[in-house]
């Protein structure tokens, strides 16, 4: 990756300077492509049934491709939109329950598609500080109103409905990617009904791990296929491919097929993506226990991290976040483990909403006891010193301190 021109002049001169403070700060990124073969043990990746490389998967992506073509070719509306799409869209719909679904090239678009498309101008949308940054950015895009309210506090939803006279919308992460922990998703729906609000519930880390067969949040909290419930998830993680879907409705689905500009104006998930997401999904049918082998596997990580005296959040899915002293030690620390063969991932400001640097490692269906053993070992033997004191203080599994504004996801 290029390095910044050093004393760039011009109207982009600024970026060098905020080059300069992230570099002191210890938040600079940089892309890092993964090998074909990559020898090293993922707990970065969101590949939560290990279906990216299964070979049905894979199949399916490549006999789409020779199919359909390596592109959709056009926007849904025009020539994007194939016998694929709406195959994945009944099947997608009749598994998490829902009347109808609508795929898009992303969950990130999915978002932006249901949360503008959804909160015309006077709409009140009570969104969680917590939530994913596709959430956020689609509440600043709307033509409505928001009001950002504490973490999974379903009074504090109440309270911001209450003092509001009008249409409103809840908008939830429903298991939330930086600690792991799952929305109280029925209290936080009870809250929304008693003031008529619409319901919306993003995904992405439920489905394939929550729920019975791997249904989803919404469905293990009873929401799914109510009129007032509306659920995006993402194609990305559980079920190995790429894309989005907003689940619901059949007449939200064909207001979002009219209005929604993530769907009208950007071209179409590519075929290869629409197929290995069908074959996924089907497979995630036939073999409904991947779901709780996910679950299992990541209260095993979490039992033998917080043994070890690391300061771990307790898994409600597949993720589990270790507190790091430092943004720097956070980055320092997930580069040691990746040199002795476990990739972890490495949130640090401003992707955590609470300011709290972490490591984050997902649990996979497909990984064995071993795998357990080794990553436990790495992580725990390149550990920095002050790691069981990071965060200040607290007992391993102790939920973060989290602010009441807006973060900017994860």
């Given at each position: ?135 956020i950015d689609g509440c600043r895009l709307a ?171 307790r898994p409600d899915a597949a993720v589990v ?90």
């Amino acid at each position: 990756m290029p390095h910044p021109t050093p004393g760039l002049v011009g109207p982009f001169a600024w970026t060098t300077e905020a080059a300069a403070r992230r570099a002191e700060a210890g938040l600079t990124r940089a892309l890092r492509p993964r090998p074909a073969a990559w020898g090293t043990l993922d707990l970065a990746g969101n590949d939560y049934l290990g279906l990216a490389r299964h070979p049905e998967v894979t199949g399916a992506a490549a006999e789409a491709a020779g199919r359909w073509g390596a592109g959709a070719t056009g926007s849904r509306l025009v020539s994007g939109s194939t016998a694929l799409h709406a195959e994945l869209e009944r099947e997608l719909a009749d598994f998490c329950g829902a009347e109808a679904a609508l795929v898009l090239s992303s969950g990130y678009a999915a978002n932006l598609a249901a949360v503008t498309a959804l909160a015309p101008a006077g709409t009140l949308l009570v969104s969680d500080t917590s939530n994913h940054a596709s959430l956020i950015d689609g509440c600043r895009l709307a033509r409505g109103t928001t009001e950002v309210v504490a973490h999974a506090d379903p009074d504090a939803v109440r309270k911001a409905l209450a003092a509001h006279r009008g249409p409103a919308l809840g908008v939830f992460d429903a298991v939330f990617s930086v600690d792991g922990d799952a929305a109280p998703l029925p209290a936080l729906a009870a809250a929304c009904r008693e003031h008529g609000a619409g319901i919306l519930v993003d995904d992405a880390h439920g489905l394939g791990v929550l729920g019975e067969g791997g249904r989803g949040s919404a469905h293990a909290a009873e929401l799914a296929g109510a009129p007032d419930t509306v659920v995006t998830v993402t194609l990305s993680k559980s079920l190995g491919s790429q894309g989005g879907a907003v689940l619901g409705p059949a007449a939200v689905i064909d207001h979002l097929v009219n209005t929604a500009r993530t769907l009208i104006f950007d071209t179409g998930l590519a075929p290869a993506a629409a197929g290995a997401a069908l074959a996924a999904l089907r497979l995630l049918r036939a073999e409904p226990d991947r779901a709780a082998r996910v679950r299992r596997t990541a209260r095993a990580l979490y039992e033998g991290i917080a043994g070890a005296g690391l300061q771990a959040a307790r898994p409600d899915a597949a993720v589990v976040s270790v507190r790091a002293p430092s943004a720097q030690e956070a980055a320092d620390w997930a580069a040691r483990c990746r040199e002795q063969g476990v990739a972890v991932g490495c949130f640090r400001p401003p992707s955590v909403p609470d300011g709290i640097s972490r490591l984050r490692l997902t649990a996979r269906a497909d990984l064995t006891s071993a795998d357990l053993d080794r990553a436990l070992t790495v992580l725990t033997r390149t550990a920095p010193p002050s790691a069981r004191r990071a965060g200040g203080g607290g007992a391993a599994g102790a939920p973060g301190v989290r602010p009441s504004v807006q973060g900017p996801g994860r």
